[in-house]
């Protein structure tokens, strides 16, 4: 078969003109655009994904939690086949974090209502508040969908300005009486950009997503004593500050030793009194430590104790602070060998990798078999205006999957368990 | 013969009184006083020094950049045996950085006097602007004497208020016809409090110092790549935040090992963004480095060059600025000798010891045999309101240095050359 064939067609200039359409709501004059959840900027997005659902034959719905959705009925009764991903953004955004997943997604649906009814439902959905930005905690339509949250806690939130969710929701006109597990889905594919260097410096086509790394955060605290830099003898010195870089410049090298997939990173560092003629008395930092092996992050976690004993055994106070977790997810790995298989086909290079950052898809994969697809980032660049991925690595991550739900839909289990 | 024998009697309870006066010019609530150079308080504080000088009998001068002199002629012509120190503070200061060396000069200027006409002319100092917090560079005073700088180009230095020296010596009254170079000195005495932990730690009642360390300052950038903290692999890092606590925890750990008596110090270090889950893409920091060795301050430059073409070979680009530099400066070994079998003499512990800090007698070393005597300070706290130096320390320290330039004006030369 040849590639076309062996997939469904993509309307690929329509997919990159909603693209940029999208990502001329809330954009300003420097190339960016902010759209923070449940903002008006927000209601107008949704306004027009939901425009584009109706116009490709689907049943758009929204849930308690805002969550919007396009229904495509199919021949058997059950749960859908979905993706998608969400519409909110970070400040100062690029235009494909996201939205990608949602416009490609409303593109495969069309492209399936246009085949012929499918065996199975097939849904999009636009998850509320990905980007945590406005409300804590990130992920919130989809953390409320695999009941990581309860529902009234998280209408309950309360952004910075005082705002609640659930008011909010009123207010631009997507509070939904649906509940959250109305379209729990019988698999769940999300397509999204990479967000990291990998594909891009690889030239690879598409990345197969086995896991997304856990994360462990760390806020430590070292105490020493301030002394004159020229007086004090290095022997009767409590430097705070190279004891807190001695540790963390260890921990960044035992990470980069290790090699992939594990990553440490310090990014934030404070000394005090932070004069060039004062020993530092006291140094903040914090740790950010990843690896989609609990295993291995519980392993980076430990030596950062036992890095911290040691300190406290040189005499310095050390207080120390996990700050945020989450354990690693892994996706269904026969969802993944049906992306790999797909992408073969399509004659896409393709590598089984790992996602850095946290997405939808995460929290769906807790109540139903799910993967996610990445395209290549330019440079890794995200959360950024310059955010850029090739119209024509758009294109095939669109043809991937189609690809993969028009298997997913065709009543056959493809060896994925429940489905 | 007893230790009080052997030398002069010096007036402790006046030494300590006049000491809590002077301390009391420019006090704030909180223990602290501030003085800085050529201000109101600097003034008030010279008259009260001025009247003190006269009581004991001196002849009293100022120069051309405000030094001021306490003259006590001596029965043969010639330049005079010299002591002193400066009563200018930072903010918030002690009471005891400068004023000790001043007060207990007069002291034993007084002593001398009752003793009868010397042999050799004794002159107390206080020198302008010593601690630099108000005009750039310090050490201003006893640097236009030692000329290191023209006398012009110190009287038209500004302040960050726009203040001139020139105008705010005319101002307080205190601009001197006397050329800077009127008196200097057969040979140079300053007693001073150590500023740092090394005697209070040791136990030891007084420090014969023979040496004021050199130091470098610099100041380094090191630009790296900001990047997500989660998708970003260590390998395709440039983590300019590793780099730098990397070196800085190394050229600390280097100083350590190689031990007393080199100091290094990374007293400030920031980081761009410096956010938790961005990998820095920009780090600053300083390196304070001391020795009173100049060929191992050298040595400690070279490797930090060293280390800093590493990181450029690891792709950084890396700015490193040199903004202070101050050779070694080694005191009279005959001079220390002197001082040090003094102490013998007085039963008064002592250990040979350098100064990590600046002085006036390192401007003074380049003109005449120059040495210094230090006690104590408790917990070799300084700048700062806590600083203290036991009374009994204080009046042995006078003690010393009443002993040595009784030993000074008698018309030997004790093996100091020149004198």
Redesign the interface.
């Known amino acids: 078969v040849t590639r076309r064939e062996a997939g469904l067609r993509i309307d690929a200039p329509r997919l990159l003109a909603r693209l940029a359409q999208l990502g001329a709501v809330g954009a300003d004059a420097h190339g960016g655009r902010t759209r923070l959840a449940l903002s008006a900027e927000d209601q107008a997005a949704r306004d027009l994904v939901a425009s584009w659902l109706r116009e490709a034959g689907a049943d758009v719905r929204v849930d308690a939690i805002g969550n919007l959705y396009g229904v495509l009925d199919g021949a058997q009764a059950g749960p859908p086949i979905m993706t998608g991903s969400h519409i909110d953004t970070v400040r100062r955004a690029g235009a494909y974090d996201g939205c990608y997943g949602v416009v490609a997604g409303i593109e495969v649906l069309d492209a399936l209502r246009r085949r012929g009814r499918p065996r199975r439902a097939v849904a999009v959905a636009a998850f509320t508040n990905e980007e945590g930005v406005r409300f804590a905690p990130d992920l919130l339509g989809s953390r409320v969908v695999a009941g990581h949250i309860p529902l009234e806690e998280a209408l309950a939130l309360e952004a910075d300005d005082g705002a609640r969710v659930g008011d909010e929701l009123r207010r631009i006109g997507y509070a939904g009486t649906l509940a959250p597990t109305a379209f729990l889905p019988a698999a769940f594919v999300e397509l999204h950009i ?5 594909l891009d ?1 690889e030239g690879v086509a598409v990345g197969v997503v086995e896991a997304v ?1 856990g ?1 462990a ?1 760390w806020r430590i605290a070292i105490e020493g004593t301030a ?10 010195r409590r ?1 705070a ?2 004891a807190a ?2 540790l ?2 260890r921990l ?2 035992r ?2 030793a290790d ?13 005090e009194p ?7 008395g006291r140094a903040v930092f ?1 740790v ?1 430590l ?1 690896d989609p092996r609990d295993a291995m992050l519980e392993r980076a976690e430990a030596l950062l104790q036992e890095g911290l004993r040691d300190v406290e055994r040189q005499g310095f106070r050390v207080a120390a602070e996990r700050i945020s977790h989450h354990a690693a997810v892994t996706f269904d790995p026969a969802l993944c060998a049906l992306i790999e298989s797909g992408a073969r086909e399509l004659q896409l290079s393709s590598r089984r990798m790992n ?4 997405h939808d898809a995460q929290m769906l994969a807790a109540r139903c078999p799910t993967a996610m697809i990445f395209v290549p980032s330019l440079r ?1 660049i ?2 950024n205006p310059k955010e850029h991925t090739e119209p024509a690595a758009l294109a095939q991550g669109a043809e991937l999957l189609a690809h993969t739900l028009l298997r997913l839909v065709d009543g056959g289990s493809h060896g994925i368990a429940g489905l």
Chains 1, 2 share one sequence.
């Open positions: 990479e967000q990291g260097p990998v410096a790394q994360h955060w002394n004159h830099a020229g007086t004090t003898p290095m022997t009767l430097d500050g190279a870089m001695g963390a410049g960044v090298e990470a980069r090699g992939v997939p594990q990553v440490a990173t310090v990014g934030t560092l404070s000394l932070n004069a060039i003629n004062v020993v530092p914090t950010d990843r996602s850095g950052a946290s890794g995200s959360h």
